[in-house]
């Protein structure tokens, strides 16, 4: 049985969902956190690298059982053989989703926040009352799990809750529900596997990448060494739609040509939005955090620390939303701010690079790689472009030139 | 008569089906799958978005 009202409720336990509960809960706001899944963070849908530890850690210290590897650099596999070694230590680090997710939300829960599992948000309503009484219906339907993930519903509840912050992930229905666009669309959203392999496949503390013409272009495969579980996860993704191929496969058959023999344990699938960040994602009373407000890198599809990040910034505005008496659209634009200069500037080039290489043909393509492969050669000092400044000149060129 | 078919044996419970449907016609519900057939308007995103094919649209007997 919930309250009947609240401060805040935030709907999904992600990353981004916990670290805005939790930290609403600690500046005092009475905090409902609600997942409707069972189990947080099962099943994983991720490739779980996420970046350095410095930049997590500024959230406060990760806890080492939720850490598989330290990530020392990059192997790119590009077209035509051309190919992109990236040293660099502590560059990123391989998460347990299965751990770091509860873990999160333990923290949210210790901190004062209610965590509620097996509790889906049915429905959210308008802003009620106007001024500072105002607030949102959510309906929730809370259930019952059956201990392997299935859960059956046994009664609903409508609640009140003066800010709904709803990081409800990639499904995204909570802010389509209140009217935003926040829909993963064709050719903005990308589909992707991950078997879990046995051992390690390539280079332990770093991630490897296939990309281009000769493997998949409008997406990439990946080669990504969990070290504690001594596991790769071995996994594929592109854009949807797709022609007629299904991701499954098409990761099998690129396991079974690089690595025949590999032994899958599990596999693990996810989809992710590579629009870069909404447009809008704000309302009175109302935030979108993490994947339901497209914050991952639209050329990595990496998603957690912006989500993190995301979540803090929401509730830090939230807070200062409440001492203010100001929830309004207005007001919450401060978080969309604050996510833009942090990263949404960040991913917007990305948007921009991604489709600039996705375009190209094979040939510009291994032109451009070779440029970047003399950039990561010379230890990334920019003189290296004047090693080939025509090619460079031409790149930039046609990059300041593309629309995206 | 044509309909969406859901093979659970085969799904991931990853949910990506449901960011795409612009109907809002998918749902899941800790890890089952809900298809309002009344909203659904087969348009294939959520078959083509599905990592490991678990969604067709098929021909079915009206029963």
Known sequence: MLDNKYDVVVIGAGPGGSVAARNVARAGYKTLLLEKRERIGYPVRCGEASTNLEDLQTYGPISEDCIETIINGLYIYGPNGVNIEVPKPGTGIMLDREKFDPWLAKLAADDGAEVVTAARAEYVGDVETAGNDGYRKVRVVLGKGNGSGSVTAESTQEILAKMVIAADGVESRIGRMVGLDSIQKPGLTCTGIDFHVKGMLTRPDYLTFWQGHDFINDGYIWSFPKQKSNMTKFGAGFLIPHKNENIFDVTMEWLNKLFPGAEIDHVVGGVIPVSSTLKDYTLDRFALVGDAAHHTNPLTGGGIAAAMRAGRFCAQTVVEGFKNDNLSKQFLKTYEKRCYDYFGKTHDFEYKFRKFLLEMNKEDQIGLYKVLQGFALSGYKKSAFLKTPIQTAKYLYKFAKFKG | ?63
Not at chain 2, 36 to 56: H, I, M
């Open chain 2, 1 to 63: 008569m044509k309909k969406l078919v859901h093979d659970k044996s085969k799904c991931l419970r990853c949910a990506g089906c449901v960011g795409v449907c612009p109907k809002m016609a998918l749902d899941m519900f800790g890890l089952d799958l809900q298809i309002d057939y009344e909203k659904c308007v087969r348009c294939g995103l959520c078959t083509n978005t599905c990592p490991v094919g678990a969604l067709k649209i098929a021909e079915v007997d009206n029963a």
